[in-house]
């Protein structure tokens, strides 16, 4: 049985998360990096709305054929989102999304984590 039919697909967008949140730890990292480059804009998305129509399934693709190579759904779905704040870049701002983005990155790998040990506790106790 897939993974994702036993968890109803949960294991599937959490994954969709991680991969959101490694793209918003990029950005923000970019941001920081550049705080000190003339006329660099800060940037950023939702990750929110990003998640959202991610779940929603906009962006997927269809294949109209065997060989046509697929897209990352997240992928697809944040191209249209960054932003470009019209502002310089806070470092104090950049370091709070910063914290506030790991700690749902590390929340969000515990959630998978506890779904597997749970998953390892019914086939431990289911073969007694």
Same mark, same amino acid.
């Given at each position: 049985m897939p993974i994702?039919?036993?968890?109803?697909?949960?294991?599937?967008? &959490?994954?969709?998360?991680?991969?959101l949140r490694l793209e918003k730890q990029g950005l923000i990292q970019s941001n920081i990096a550049n705080q000190e480059t003339p006329g660099y804009i800060a940037q950023d998305f939702s990750f929110a709305k990003v998640m959202e129509r991610t &779940? /929603?399934?906009?962006?997927d693709l269809n294949r109209t054929h065997a060989k046509h190579l697929t897209v990352d759904p997240v992928e697809a779905t944040k191209s249209g989102e960054y932003?470009?704040?019209?502002?310089?870049?806070?470092?104090? =701002?950049e370091m709070v999304k910063l914290s506030e983005n790991q700690l749902m990155y590390q929340?969000?790998?515990?959630?998978? /984590?506890?779904?597997? =040990?749970?998953?390892?506790y019914a086939i431990d106790e289911g073969g007694k």
């Open positions: 994702n039919k036993l968890y109803g697909g949960s294991i599937a967008a &959490m994954r969709q998360a991680l991969d &779940m /929603a399934g906009v962006g932003a470009k704040e019209a502002r310089p870049v806070d470092l104090d =701002e929340v969000t790998t515990r959630l998978i /984590a506890k779904k597997f =040990e749970g998953l390892r």
